[in-house]
């Protein structure tokens, strides 16, 4: 008891005053479920439109390919077809690179860099325009929860192509004593987990520096890179200058080894990076890589706890987890450990997991079945190699690729799960006594993409931040994203920044 | 059940606004809809302090709030009643009177509200005269500038003090928000007042601007769960001042719902401080049952 | 008077701040464009290669979190050196079959060169840095910092100064490196690694090889603890086989073959940032 309390006894709740109840709940556990249950607030999907079969767009037209093959996109969360759209094949992306060079040489670096601005002005306006249909899509598509594309995903990728805008008539001002000039054709690959905001990463940097598209959505997620083609088209933009091909890793291929591809830029996989690497070696060919991670994420004992607590959830099982920066690897300090982890289980009985399209679900449907399947496999490597699994009691659906929330303890720095990218909500536990000893084990990884720290201490944090080789230190908050932010990895999670000034260098030659 | 330890109050709990204000913004995307939002609205209407607190207050006002609280719309004598009405002490006995026979309590205000600028004795007498008048519960505020200035065992003691005179009335400590300013300063004070006794802890007298908000009601039930947890006992929670739309009740009630859990959700665990509250609930709950948009005017404003 | 007998120098590697053999015990004859042999030089192996990437890496987080300003003084301190044994240099550029006058201007020009990236050490963060205006209540900004470990592959040509051109780049902003030395003419190389020693640069920052390019790339670029290459050989094989190797561990590759090592554009702040990366760092702003 404090000294600077002058009362002599500590009050005894049950006798002094009026005897108190306690809890119902004897066992100190808080119930979350049992009253005033949230009624279901699905978002009506019935004005967005799907088109059953998607071509290629190529040169400002919509083409089909020309080996006539369709793959299809499923709707993770009823394991229904949503459409059709076309698989690429050389041919395919030939053409693509075609129309993206012609594009090139004959309209798009020529234009001045403010018309070039109020074209991605444009279509920065476009997105927001149709916001809400492009949130439904990529819920439907990819699984991921309406309040996340809805909020996130979307307003983000408008706000990209805003930001880049600006840029393309004041390029002389990035680059101190240096005159920028674009490179070509740029080949761009992105991942299924941000489908629209990977796409607005890539394209609105690329054309606000001159330069011409040709594009490759995932195969699990292609339909709002589509209904952006829509747009390229609405807005006017000369044809050519963006281009869309769908298909599969094959056609990613074909794109990276084009003979007239002058960049590539990829976001994805480090061991799909790798070979990217491999292939473009001995080119001219520039490039630039988001790969995996494996985030630390430090919570100190002088920590927010209770934001710290928020953090970690937004850390792991944001997007399902489906984060290249997720901060998958929670280090915690061992005076603090059993109360933060008692905080978190409580946390996690909150979570909603089900329907992508409800406005309360936290927690949406796993992107592919693929996927799913690894996590499982994860899960099961965690609990063979001695760990301990927790998962959140929530109901799942019955059809439809879900997985609980699921964090690991008793785990250590060799376990599998604390070293590979498990890519889903699945958080491994581990403690530590010393900032050293948290600092060398969050180092202690190939990847160096996205780090956490929390702790109240402002020092703490410079030094932390500073000892932590990761291209994204988030010190009391986590998975924060912004236009004028950069972002990327150091070591094997990949190179070059994307977002910022930063995010132009990838684009240019001096 | 142990006592438990009380924690030096000197330590400061550290809170990030930024984070707390996120995890709001957060709850506030629930979509509160259908059944759930009728079940809400009506818990709402529940767990309302029916309150006037105005200088110019008179037996005749109190008694038509009184009127109010008892039977919130009469064309739908099936509503809840209110939790209580919120009256200053010499308009306790009136209530009392107004009220009886029906389960709306009587909570005053007392200790010198809402500034709480006198000595603990008038303070006390403040609070036992109110009891004696028939009071269920009083709510008592802090003094805020010893407080600011650290003095964190006047606080304690002074709220101590108070609990003993209430005898069997249930303490509800007004921490008066407003004035703390940093929501760390709003966790310590919930701290001292849960540890000296508090019943509940309650934002605000209303009188100072801000009152009620949802940042700081959530560091306030955060704070509420930590007790909980580390002694065994409930403590009751109160935002009042500024809460006047149903759409916000409903956000409080996600507050409560996803940081204590359903053992809160109930008017003897949690209730808002508020007067104009009353009719915007009752009109959601009019049109929710019959699909109309309502009018103020279909409404008594008491 | 009888001609006194010249004592001739033992030309070793700069590994970790000391001065080894190669562990193979062996060497080759470095010899003039006449085909005279000048001296024998160390022909390292893959052994001496890991020695060297374990003495960067050990000297990499000193150097690192040295601040800009002393690794500033460091740099400048190395060019005051050198200008001090300049004679030394220009004579052994001589040896190698270089002109007086043009030995003299490539060591004034590697002096200088120095001195210009010394200046930039404490200046890159400033001029590369950035506070980023994000939407939301938080304080953003981005800062370079060294990217670990650089394997240097330097040119044959102008021996000193393209060596002095690739290492001071790298070093300013705080990485350590290996540099495999000119093939042809070691020897300016080794020798400043004995400027080097006699400054205050700390043992394994700089890391100097010599031998036979073909035994080391292979190795230098495959190591995965090695973060970044920076090759000046043009060889369209050589520049293939670092690529593929870089790819084993995502590693920075820049590849750098001038024409004119003299040219002014080579003293530019760029070739500082190839070898570095961007570090975001967000915090919430509130009470």
Redesign the interface.
């Known amino acids: 008891m404090s000294d600077t309390i002058s009362t002599n006894q500590p009050v005894d709740k049950t006798t002094n005053g009026s005897p108190k109840p306690t809890s119902p709940n004897s066992d100190l556990k808080f119930d979350f479920a049992s009253f005033w249950e949230y009624s279901a607030a699905p978002e009506s999907s019935d004005f967005v439109e799907i088109d059953p079969k998607y071509n290629h767009f190529i040169n400002g037209e919509f083409v089909a390919p020309v080996k006539g093959r369709y793959m299809k996109s499923i709707n993770p969360a009823t394991e229904k077809v949503l459409c059709e759209f076309a698989e690429g094949t050389s041919e395919d992306v030939d053409s693509a690179v075609k129309a993206a060079r012609k594009a090139y040489d004959k309209t798009w670096p020529k234009l001045s860099g403010k018309e070039r601005g109020k074209y991605i002005f444009r279509i920065a306006r476009m997105i927001q325009e149709r916001a809400r249909e492009f949130a439904i899509t990529e819920s439907m598509d990819g699984g991921k929860p309406i309040r996340e594309s809805r909020d996130v995903d979307v307003p983000l990728a408008a706000a990209y192509f805003f930001y880049y805008a600006g840029w393309a008539d004041k390029l002389e001002y990035a680059f101190p004593g240096r005159k920028p000039k674009s490179l070509g054709v740029c080949g761009q690959i992105i991942p299924w987990n941000f489908p629209l905001l990977m796409l607005a990463w890539k394209i609105a940097p690329a054309l606000a520096t001159g330069n011409t598209v040709v594009l490759k959505p995932a195969e699990s997620t292609p339909i709002t890179a589509l209904k952006f083609a829509e747009i390229c088209k609405d807005s006017g933009l000369p044809e050519g200058v963006v281009n869309i091909v769908t298909g599969a890793g094959q056609t990613g291929s074909e794109i990276v080894n084009h003979p007239d591809v002058n960049k590539i830029a990829f976001t994805g996989s480090t061991k799909v990076g790798k070979i990217i690497q491999k292939t473009l070696a001995g080119t001219d060919k520039k490039f630039t890589l988001e790969l995996g991670g494996k985030g630390p994420n430090i919570v100190f004992e002088d920590a927010p706890l209770d934001q710290a607590v928020e953090g970690i959830i937004n850390a792991i099982f944001f997007n399902q987890g489906h984060v290249c920066c997720a901060g998958s690897r929670l280090l915690v300090q061992e005076g603090v450990a059993d109360t933060l982890i008692q905080k978190l289980k409580d946390r996690m009985e909150t979570l909603i997991v089900g329907d992508p399209l409800d406005k309360n679900t936290d927690i949406g449907a796993i992107n592919s079945k693929a996927q799913f399947e690894r996590i499982q496999q994860y899960l099961e490597i965690g609990l063979n190699e001695g760990a301990e699994m927790y998962q959140s009691s929530c109901n799942v659906p019955e059809n439809g690729y879900f997985c609980k929330p699921t964090i690991f303890t008793n785990v250590s720095q060799s376990n599998r799960i604390v070293q590979e990218e498990i890519f889903g909500p699945v958080l491994t536990i581990q403690t530590f006594r010393t900032p050293a000893e948290a600092i060398e084990k969050a180092n202690n990884t190939p990847y160096g993409l996205a780090s956490g720290i929390w702790t109240d201490k402002g020092s703490k944090i410079f030094k932390t931040g500073q000892s932590i080789r990761s291209g994204v230190m988030w010190s009391n908050t986590y998975n924060k994203f912004d236009p004028t932010s950069p972002f990327g990895g150091y070591n094997e999670s990949g190179m070059g920044r994307e977002g910022g000034l930063h995010g132009l260098y990838p684009y240019v030659k001096f | ?1 142990s ?8 330590q400061t ?11 709001v913004s957060r709850l506030n ?9 009728l ?2 609205l009506k ?1 709402a209407l529940s767990m309302i302090d029916h309150t006037t607190l105005e200088g110019k207050d008179s037996e005749g006002k109190v008694i038509q709030l009184c009127s109010k609280a008892r039977t919130p719309y009469a064309p739908m004598p099936h509503l809840p009643h209110v939790a209580a009405v919120c009256v200053y002490p010499n308009m306790v006995a009136t209530a009392k009177k107004a009220l009886k026979g029906t389960n709306v309590k009587v909570a005053s205000v007392a200790t010198a509200f809402p500034s709480g600028m006198a000595q603990l004795h008038i303070k006390l007498d403040d609070t036992r005269f109110a009891v004696d008048q028939g009071a269920d519960e009083i709510d008592m505020v802090i003094s805020r500038g010893e407080f600011l200035k650290g003095n ?2 006047f606080i ?2 002074e709220i ?1 003090a108070v ?2 005179a ?6 509800k400590v007004i921490l008066e928000t407003g004035e703390l ?3 760390e300063n709003v966790r310590k004070a919930s701290d001292i007042a849960m ?3 508090a ?1 509940f802890i309650k934002t605000s007298t209303g009188k100072i601007s801000p009152a009620a908000t949802q940042p700081v009601t959530l560091v306030m039930l ?1 704070a509420i ?1 930590d007790f ?2 580390e ?4 403590v009751g929670m109160k935002p009042a001042g500024g809460i006047r739309k149903a759409k916000e009740a409903l956000q409080y ?1 996600v507050l409560v ?2 940081t ?4 809160w ?1 109930t008017p ?1 665990w949690f209730r808002f401080g508020a007067s104009s509250l009353t009719n915007d609930l009752l009109m959601q709950i009019v049109k929710q049952e019959t699909g109309v948009y309502q009018s103020i005017d279909y409404f008594s404003n008491d | 008077m009888a001609e006194r007998l010249e004592v001739l120098k033992t030309y070793k590697t700069y590994v970790g701040g000391k001065f080894p053999r190669s562990e193979s015990d062996r060497t080759y004859r470095v010899t003039n464009p006449k085909g005279t042999h000048i001296a024998n030089a160390c022909r390292c192996t893959r052994k001496d290669l890991r020695d060297a990437v374990v003495a960067a890496r050990t000297a990499f987080g000193d150097w690192s979190n040295r601040s800009a300003y002393n690794r500033g003084q460091v740099l400048y301190r190395i060019a005051e050196m050198l200008e001090g044994r300049k004679e030394q240099f220009v004579k052994e550029l001589e040896l190698a079959g270089v002109k007086e006058k043009d030995a003299r201007v490539e060591v004034h020009t590697a002096i200088d060169r120095l001195i210009y990236f010394a200046g930039w050490t404490d200046k890159i963060s400033q001029v590369f840095g950035t506070v980023n205006p994000v939407a939301s209540a938080h304080f953003n900004f981005s800062s370079p910092e060294a990217t670990g470990v650089v394997g240097i592959i330097a040119p044959d040509k102008n021996p000193l100064l393209s060596a002095i051109s690739m290492i001071a780049p790298v070093i300013a902003s705080g990485n350590t490196c290996i540099i495999v030395s000119s093939e042809t003419n070691p020897l300016p190389a080794v020798s400043f690694g004995e400027v080097l020693h006699a400054s205050d640069v700390p043992g394994g920052v700089i890391n100097i090889l010599t031998g036979y390019r073909s035994e080391m790339v292979d190795s230098l670029s495959s190591h995965k603890d090695v973060n970044a290459i920076f090759n000046s050989i043009e060889e369209p094989e050589t520049r293939k086989l670092i690529d593929e190797n870089a790819s084993i561990s995502v590693k920075r590759t820049s590849h750098y073959s001038p024409d004119d090592w003299f040219a002014v554009e080579h003293e530019n702040p760029y070739l500082v940032l190839e070898f570095m990366e961007t570090k975001t760092t967000w915090h919430p702003v509130g009470f």
Do not use: N, W
Not at chain 2, 29 to 37: D, L, P, T, V
Not at chain 2, 260 to 263: C, E, F, H, V
């Open positions: 059940m006592i438990a330890e009380i924690p030096d109050f000197k709990i550290p809170i990030d606004k930024i984070g707390v204000e996120e995890r995307k629930r979509s509160i809809k259908k059944e759930s939002k079940q809400a818990l964190y065992s304690f003691d101590a609990k003993e209430c005898g069997s009335a249930h303490l300013e940093t929501l540890y000296a006794g019943d955060e769960r909980y947890i002694t065994g006992t409930m009630l719902k996803e204590l859990g359903a053992a959700l003897e």
